[in-house]
């Protein structure tokens, strides 16, 4: 295998190394808020918009995502064609966390305007 194959393949394993982590990540939180819900009385219940807590965990994903995006991009020993994979990724989550924010302050908007009519 040359070299240039290998490093393709370690690339495309870090990849999914990471895609794997995000599926794990985001079930274990899946898991966490059913077992908080589950615990948690029924007027506290109430309280809890589901739309707050998809975001809020939503976000925590996010942050891991670019803490290990930006190990892979800060690491000595990373070569130069996995560190560019790692910045377009990055490149990727942040212009789809200003996709979701742009949305959902359009949708904000739209409900305000709703309201007040």
Known sequence: MSKSKKWTVLCLALVMLLALDAAITWKLAMHHVESTVQAEPAARMEAVDPLDQFRLEREQLRARQEAQLNDIVHGDKTDAQTVRQAQAQLMSLIER????????GTESVCAIALFLL
């Open 97 to 104: 966390a200003e996709q979701e924010l742009t949305l959902e």
